[in-house]
């Protein structure tokens, strides 16, 4: 497979659910990320992790869980949410320069996401 | 912190027809992405800019970072151009990724 993955691509669960979503980069990259994009919302960055240590967290609640075991995975671990947590979740990916004050190319690279609803 | 703002919100287009989406962004930034989202979800990368002019294709874009805003040409508009355009930008302190509310676009056959 090439590119960034996803799975499952739909999820539904209940309140007291627990489950996990998936993400892998075939890219080659050393940072990874969560985003959020609710209905009618701008995309929310959630998580960023940079070479496998999260470097940001953007006051996510934590019913939400990330879990990097390496540059390539990405978790995302859900327990108690809420209705208003169902949403796109989208992952991405991108090579991050060793020296942030030289900007290279960065790109972010997203997978397909997964649409989640929370009942 | 950085605010993102996209302009217009909303376009629809005959086929053929040509257009400028708009990205202004309130503080200096690191670099900035045009992404396309298709009607499936989908996030589509279009163009790293954090200045100057890069063409692909029908899909130019010029970010003039001194005066914070960053254009997206659309050229001859097809239907598969349908969806909505993201402007992201990276904040120069604390390299925090910001995202426009989008401009959707749909492109009538």
């Known amino acids: 497979e090439t590119g960034v993955t996803q799975t499952p691509r739909h999820l539904v669960m209940g309140m007291t659910n627990k489950k996990s979503l998936k993400c892998e980069q075939h890219?080659?990259?050393?940072?990874m990320y969560w985003y959020k994009q609710s209905a009618k919302k701008p995309l929310e960055l959630m998580f960023v992790?940079?070479?496998?240590?999260?470097?940001e967290n953007n006051s996510v609640p934590s019913r939400f869980s990330p879990e990097c075991p390496n540059s390539s995975h990405l978790f995302l671990h859900l327990h108690t949410l809420q209705p208003e947590d169902s949403a796109l979740y989208l992952c991405?990916?991108?090579?991050?320069?060793?020296?942030?004050?030289?900007?290279?190319?960065?790109?972010?690279?997203f997978g397909p996401g997964t649409r989640l609803l929370v009942l | 912190g950085i605010q993102v703002e996209q302009s217009p919100p909303d376009l629809i287009l005959q086929e053929g027809a040509n257009s400028t989406l708009r990205c202004n962004f309130s503080?200096?930034?690191?670099?900035l992405q045009w992404f396309h989202q298709n009607p499936w979800g989908q996030l589509i990368n279009l163009f790293y800019?954090?200045?100057g002019t890069k063409q692909n294709g029908r899909l130019s874009a010029t970010t003039v970072a001194t005066e914070r805003y960053s254009l997206l040409y659309i050229s001859s508009s097809q239907t598969t151009d349908s969806g909505v355009y993201f402007c992201?930008?990276?904040?120069?302190?604390?390299?925090?990724?910001?995202f426009g509310a989008g401009t959707r676009l749909f492109v009538k056959a």
């Open positions: 991405a990916s991108s090579q991050v320069g060793v020296s942030r004050t030289l900007p290279e190319q960065e790109t972010q690279y």
């Open positions: 890219l080659g990259h050393n940072a």
């Open positions: 992790y940079n070479f496998k240590e999260q470097t």
């Open positions: 503080d200096s930034v690191n670099n």
């Open positions: 800019i954090p200045s």
């Open positions: 992201a930008v990276e904040s120069t302190g604390g390299f925090k990724t910001i």
